[in-house]
């Protein structure tokens, strides 16, 4: 099948803008299912492995997941991906081929520990190398200012070898490219100037080049600083320019004159997104090529590269923003730290001193470091955040200085998830009941969902959504009960809460409910409860002591809760180990439960199960309870104390935790959980205990009456359409990238064309 980019040249296609989504993470988890379900070839596989005596399930769950991600973000390029290739833009992602991906989580003894994830050690089918298109990254040196010019000198050079991944766009008879890079030493490394005569040590020594791409940093949502992460960051950045021009170069976009090259015309033909600041480098790399290499005036590149780059900005928390030190950042680009100094100088307009020490790339200090994200709002023509609410945070508190002085470039872009993978193909049963009543045109316009509002008073439509969550729920229960040894009632209330382990994605809040729940059982045993299995799930990074105690604490929780004979099957508390994309999927095989991102809970009662990438977005469509924490700002004040003195049930949950009874073999085990609670909450998590307590209470007594929790199943499934990612790319297309998504059909590859 032609690749799309191609394919617009070849068809003649007007247009045609090439979009280049730079990202550090790529979390694409397994490829076969996808690939059948986007070539619409699932049936006749599925048949013709039977045939064979095997069983494509079977088949399926042997292949690993490719976990070049941490969560959402990068989890949000896979699903783009799809979406690109699927409205039939010329678009290509680039990123890392780490060897290792995110680390196997294992828990031993309730606590989390980390294992390689050794995921290339059989090979990857779905990869091709391509080595005619290697490119050489530099790195360290010096810069020498002579009259041709500046002349970045003296450096150390890794090879980029690029591998191939083919992304199918939806029955559409197009595939994209997913270019990944992996770190190579040239074969004279370290054999010419260094180490003269040590043979042996110069070609040992090839590992400290190839490491580049040895492993993806674990960290969600925090900036470690580290050198290794800064060389990945250039070394994606720099390779991927490189291929970009030569592309741009080689197509008759830039001159009829091939010796001279127009780049004016670039940004019409190049539009680079970049996923947070992690490729940031782009910015100062393309205006070196510009200035240094392509010998274009410094103000002339300087309007090129903010007409083609444009940033994404995924968080507002404090230690996740990048933040280099300068003295590491001048050793490693010393010509790029050059050129930020410049960028800072000629294009930071600003007359009130105060306002310029605020919105400057260079953070004085006793460490001098550079703001990536200052960085990309100065050097990109569109900043967007992911979520309506974000956005807003985006433009009225971290870069509203930026926003005042140029309004027009702050834009909001909702997250989105793909329908293929997260319906179609991990949840077919409810697919096949949605295609029953609106068709099958969902699949690529999933706005289309809405039309099920006709249906909610439809008997047989209710009875059809019901059961196939039914039989969700038995396929689940069925492997929890194998994989935990944990006894499940399959009509009990499923409460998932899966994402990374952190404390702003309130784990401890599900915890204090949970506690909270067993205590009324315990106090009232004759009472009625609705049922709950309350499911936790993430990964804690490795570095990050309270993610990791949170672990310990929801497993501690579940052995006392689990083993209580008075509680029975009322409530069950399992962690659920390793969450990754094809757990998070566990559609049609043997472990069922419905998609964890799409939304089975009725709106208005998702609680704790705000599930993502649309997990922000959907608060946008749900009318909620507002968080107790009505004080936002930082001149409200937050007593912890105040609420553990008022609140009698809180109290005993957290006295239970002080005392040990969680954790009867180490009775001190959770003192500086509840000592950050207590006393450095930054997440202000009592101030939410109450309303989250009342409105689960809520959700209790909706469960109780299945027919009308149901239909709010259906109308929230109903109310979903916006937060497909198709419709995220087409808002990038048309106000960020400046390309319409075409309609233009490809004829199918054994079709012959006039
Ligand atoms: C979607 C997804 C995430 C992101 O979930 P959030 O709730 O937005 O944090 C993380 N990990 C995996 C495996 C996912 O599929």
């Known amino acids: 099948v032609a690749s799309r980019a191609l394919s617009n040249v070849a068809l003649n296609v007007p247009s045609c803008g090439r979009i280049y989504y730079l990202s550090l993470e790529f979390y694409m988890g397994r490829t076969l299912q996808n690939t059948m379900v986007n070539l619409g070839m699932q049936n006749v596989c599925d048949e013709a492995i039977y045939q064979l005596g095997l069983d494509l399930e079977e088949l399926e769950e042997i292949e690993e997941d490719a976990g070049l991600g941490n969560g959402g973000l990068g989890r949000l390029a896979a699903c783009f991906l799809d979406s690109m290739a699927t409205l039939g833009l010329a678009a290509y992602g680039y990123g890392i081929r780490y060897e290792f991906g995110i680390f196997n989580q294992k828990i031993l003894d309730g606590w989390q520990v980390e294992e390689a994830d050794d995921w290339l050690r059989y090979g990857n089918p779905w990869e091709k190398a391509r080595p005619e298109y290697m490119l050489p990254v530099h790195f360290y040196g010096r810069v020498e200012h002579t009259a041709e010019g500046v002349k970045w000198i003296d450096t150390q050079v890794v090879l980029a070898m690029p591998y191939d991944t083919p992304v199918p766009g939806y029955k559409n008879n197009t595939v994209n490219t997913m270019r990944l890079w992996s770190a190579k030493a040239p074969n004279d490394f370290n054999l010419q100037e260094f180490n003269v005569g040590d043979y042996i040590e110069a070609v040992l020594d090839r590992n400290l080049a190839e490491n580049i791409s040895r492993v993806l940093y674990p960290n969600d949502n925090f900036f470690e600083g580290k050198e290794l992460r800064l060389k990945q960051e250039y070394f994606v950045v720099a390779a991927t320019l490189q291929d970009i021009i030569r592309r741009f170069k080689s197509s008759n976009f830039g001159s009829r004159d091939p010796v001279r090259t127009c780049f004016e015309t670039f940004p019409d033909k190049v539009a680079i997104q970049l996923n947070d600041t992690h490729p940031a480098l782009s910015i100062p790399e393309l205006m070196r090529i510009l200035v240094d290499v392509e010998k274009m005036e410094w103000e002339k590149a300087w309007e090129v590269t903010k007409r083609t780059c444009a940033y994404t900005n995924h968080t507002v928390l404090p230690e996740a923003l990048e933040r280099w030190p300068v003295t590491m950042f001048e050793k490693l680009l010393p010509r790029h730290l050059e050129i930020i100094y410049t960028i800072n100088q000629r294009h930071l307009d600003v007359r009130d001193l105060d306002r310029l020490r605020r919105m400057s790339v260079i953070e004085e200090g006793d460490c001098k470091r550079i703001n990536m994200a200052h960085l990309c709002v100065i050097g990109s023509h569109a900043v967007n955040g992911v979520a309506r609410i974000h956005s807003e945070i985006v433009k009225n508190s971290v870069f509203k200085d930026f926003y005042e002085m140029e309004p027009e470039k702050f834009q909001n872009k909702t997250n989105g998830i793909t329908p293929r993978r997260w319906l179609l193909l991990c949840n077919p049963g409810l697919a096949g009941v949605i295609a029953e009543k609106i068709g099958e045109d969902f699949v690529t316009d999933l706005s289309q969902l809405k039309k099920l509002l006709d249906f909610v008073d439809d008997e047989v439509f209710i009875r059809d959504v019901a059961k196939v969550k039914q039989e969700n729920k038995l396929k689940f229960s069925a492997y929890l009960e194998e994989t935990y040894k944990v006894k499940i009632n399959p009509s009990s209330m499923f409460d998932v809460h899966v994402k990374r382990i952190h404390e702003y994605k309130r784990q ?97 009662g998702s609680v704790n199960r705000d599930r993502s990438p649309a997990a922000p977005a959907q608060r946008e469509a749900t009318p909620r309870t507002e968080p107790a924490t009505a004080c936002t700002s930082l001149l409200c004040r937050y007593n912890a104390r105040e609420y553990y003195e008022r609140i009698p049930e809180l109290r005993q949950a957290i006295d239970q935790l002080s005392s040990g009874f969680f954790s009867p073999k180490d009775p001190g085990c959770f003192r500086d959980v509840v000592n950050m609670l207590m006393n450095h909450d930054r997440f202000k998590v009592f101030a939410d205990y109450q309303a989250y307590m009342e409105c689960q209470g809520r959700v209790d007594q909706l469960y109780r009456k299945p027919r009308e929790w149901t239909k709010k199943v259906i109308k929230n499934i109903a109310s979903s359409g916006k937060f497909s990612s198709d419709r995220t790319i087409t808002e990038y297309a048309r ?5 319409e998504p075409s309609a233009v059909k490809i004829p199918p590859p054994n079709i012959p064309r006039e």
């Open 508 to 604: 401890l809040l599900n915890c204090l409910h949970i506690i909270t729940l067993y205590n009324r059982m315990r106090k009232d045993p004759s009472k009625s409860f609705v049922p709950r299995t309350v499911m936790i799930g993430g990964k804690a990074a490795p570095g990050y002591y309270m993610a990791k105690m949170i672990i310990k604490l929801i497993t501690s929780i579940g052995d006392v809760i689990n083993n209580d004979p008075y509680i029975g099957d009322r409530l069950k508390v399992i962690f659920l180990e390793n969450y990754r994309v094809s757990f998070a999927e566990k559609g049609k095989t043997a472990k069922g439960v419905d998609s964890l991102k799409l939304p089975p809970l009725p709106a208005g």
């Open 735 to 739: 106000e960020i990238w400046g390309v």
